[in-house]
């Protein structure tokens, strides 16, 4: 039973790991049990519980398979009567929150069965209750035997008054004392219960029987005994065993009348109760620290509680530190007024040992005489010792458990023994769970390192980040004294092991050294790859790996290798240096799995730098698949704007030619028939009136001034036109797409007239001054129609940062700059500058990169200066520069050889 309670309170301090994996995260517990066990989940609007989960023994006792069981509700597992006994016991636990227990029988192959049936409340992480605990404890045999017991109680009923005197008091003390509370007589009881021979208290006072503390109220009991003249029983109290220790015990006093009636003396029956006493303390620390406390606390205060039990000076608890039981680790040792340092010693020859070796040592006196060779008995004075072993629940001990005095132990041993043992369960069932602890919590920490290995995988595709990562998180981890990642080298000769990431506090890093014997033989190591576990240097058969490990000091190392996609082979080194280290098949799976995660980082990297390569081949490909597709868009616009340029030229140059051809013929007539009237009028001053008046009407003096004046400007305005005209063929060269020698100068004159609208003056601001510094260039070999658009897109930007200047500062004098010279390696350099808002640094290499402008969305494509530099560059084998200066201008220098090569298609 008491296991059975351990079990359950275990149980319940686990409901939410029970609840997501009862099956394997509890399975000692669940099927190593021996009683049946059965998870109901909470319906609460269907007002019924259904079967989550059932061990193999809970099927058995309802008869049931647990496949039919699982997923059924109360009222479909079971019958009608039993359903609702189960139903309300139930809702009973959940309403009161408490464990409900009752009884149950049930049928089972023709045969009755007894059940003891616990109900608990399990909560969720919002402290709701959703789900129930069923435990079932077959309780048939108890049932038999109370029968077979109430059958015997009736056949002793008759004779058990005649005999009731004897059998109570057979193993008790039986006194009685006067009214003034002297003793008239002891039983032989007294010496067993007492120490002392009966004839020597006889005719003594009656208070030195009891503790003094307890002393008033065995007084009141006995007072209201002789003044009510009735019988008190169950007066508890301390009595002292010789000059030792305080026992428990219980009296029953009755007054004593004489003949007359009159009270003239008490007599009591006093009973050791010490042994129950000590097993109600020990049941109830049991059961309140296992609710209260666990882990370290608990231990503490099972030892106090020990000590304070058996009355003795010291108790402890040890665990062992491996299957070998050689050494022990002293966990908790409580001295009677504190708590000692923790420390390991050595088994051999200790009582210790010998419990471990027995499952329980009982030594009552002379310790020391026993185990002569264990010093720490005589430096603790150690007269008694009582010990039991701690097992698992596999039955394999795993510490000890006791008790130590420097008095001879003088306590029931049966029942020591049974509390002790009793003690030792409850521990042995706190230590597995504080091993499952530090497995669940190990377990953690590796996924959590392999979680933070996996979103370094996702955050940094950055080879060495993610290798110094995983060196820092194992180095951590693992509590090293060195750990490496190395590369496995085989273009040199030897091949070498190259240390790429390290960590360590005791020695400088190695990052960059390389070594052929870092790891041993590569000849043995590479063709399979196998994890090397080396937990003593010194024997480690394979030489050359010894002879490194030896030279640096090394005492255990573990080398786990991985291997990449494109065969590159590495290898994470974990050393001690301090001291000789045992791997655990923890610590080996733990490198292997961050290995694991290492190699698949290393290739996702890997790819991601292939990717990352072809991704930037596409743009670049791009990049120039839109640059071509703009510039044949610019180039078919700027053909299809040659095409009508040249025709509006056309068209308007034949009118205009006969408008200016006879305009001249024109002048000479006007002028003839000026000279006639004038003659007319010199020949004939008196005219007619009709002639007079239309000479009035026509206002012939005017006209005679004016009319030349108007045919003038007529020859004016038909050259101007004629000029245009030029120009536009001149800056459409739709019949030079070949090389040709061109006057370059014919071509900047013949841009700066289409853009002579946007340089003249306007209403608020002046002429933009052009500056014209031709030198003496040779004609020029080039394609002519693009190094015109090279101009216009040139001046187009200097006379557009001119106008933001001047619209800053009105005041500001606008000049464009041209100079022309050749060099001499012949080439002819063209300047352009301007006196502008000048280009910020930050962007004057940005300015020839395809679509890139600095112009408002829908005035600038972006690609003028690009296909300026692609012209000049390219077609015609020069180079395009620009200086400027913010705030003060920018000057754009085109060089190109006189002479070409070859044309440039």
Partial sequence: MADVNYRLLELHRFPIGLKQNPLQLLNHLWEGVSYGLALLEVLKQEQTFRYVAANSKFAAMSSVDIE?????????????????????????????????????????????????????????QDEQIDQVLISAIDISDRIQTDMEQQQAYATLAKSEAKFRHLVENANDLITTWTLDGTITYLSPGFYTLYGHSPDKWVGRSFAPLAHPDDLPGCLM??????????????????????????????????????????????????????????????????????????????????VRSLSEIFQTQYAFITQCTDQTYSQCDMLVFWTGQHFAEP???????????????????????????????????????????????ITDSQGQAIGTIGVIDTRHFAENVETAQSILQLFAARVGVEMERNTAEAALREYAERQALINRLTNQIRNSLDVNSILETTIQELYTLLQVDWCAFTWYDPSVTPAVWKVVADQSHHQ??????????????????????????????????????????????????????IQTQREQIGMILCDHQQQQHTWTDREVELVQAVADQLAIAI???????????????????????????????????????????????????????????NVNYVDEYARGLLELVTLYQQSYPESTDAISEKIEDLDLDFVRHDLPKLLDSMQVGTERIREIVKSLRLFSRLDESEFKPVNLHDGIESTLMILQNRLKSRQSDSEIEVIKNYGALPLIECFAGQLNQVFMNILTNAIDAVEEKRSRIPSHPATIQITTAVTEDQQAIIRFADNGIGIPESIQAQIFDPFFTTKPIGQGTGMGMSISYQIVTEKHRGQIICHSTPDHGTEFVVQIPIHQIRPQQ
């Fill in 508 to 561: 400088s890093s190695l990052v960059g050294s390389c070594s052929p014997d870092l790891i041993g033989s590569t000849d043995e190591i590479i063709p399979h790859l196998d994890t090397i576990r080396i937990d003593q240097a010194e024997s480690y058969q394979e030489p050359s790996h010894r002879a490194s490990l030896m030279a640096s000091g090394v005492q255990s190392r573990l080398c786990v290798p």
């Fill in 68 to 124: 039919h069981l699982i997923g059924q509700t109360l009222n479909e597992a079971l019958p009608t009567e039993t359903t609702r006994i189960y139903h309300d016991c139930c809702w009973q636990c959940i309403h009161s929150n408490q464990p409900i227990t009752f009884e149950q029988s049930f049928d089972r192959n023709g045969q009755k069965s007894w059940w003891q049936i616990t109900i608990n409340p399990l909560k969720n």
């Fill in 603 to 661: 290739n996702q990297a890997d790819l991601y730098e292939q990717s990352r390569s072809k991704s930037k081949t596409l743009q670049a490909t791009l990049k120039e698949l839109r640059q071509t597709q703009a510039q044949m868009i610019q180039s078919e616009k700027m053909s299809s704007l040659g095409q009508l340029v040249a025709g509006i030229a056309h068209e308007i140059n034949n009118p205009v030619n006969f408008i200016h051809g």
């Fill in 343 to 389: 420390y390991t010693f050595n088994l051999a020859k200790t009582p210790c040992e010998y419990v471990l070796q027995n499952k329980v040592g009982l030594f009552l006196e002379s310790l020391q005489t026993q185990f002569p060779d264990d010093p720490n008995l005589a430096t603790l004075q150690a007269e008694s010792y009582l010990g039991a072993a």
């Fill in 221 to 302: 009991a006995s007072q209201q005994a002789v003044e009510t003249g009735k019988k008190h029983s169950g007066i508890e109290f301390r009595r002292q065993y010789q000059q030792g220790n305080w026992l428990w015990s219980s009296i029953n006093m009755v007054p004593i009348q004489d003949a007359d009636g009159k009270i003239t003396s008490v007599q009591g029956i006093i009973r050791d109760i010490h042994a129950s006493k000590q097993q109600q303390a020990a049941l109830r620390f049991i059961v309140e620290e296992t609710v209260s406390k666990t882990g370290d606390e608990f231990f503490r205060s099972c």
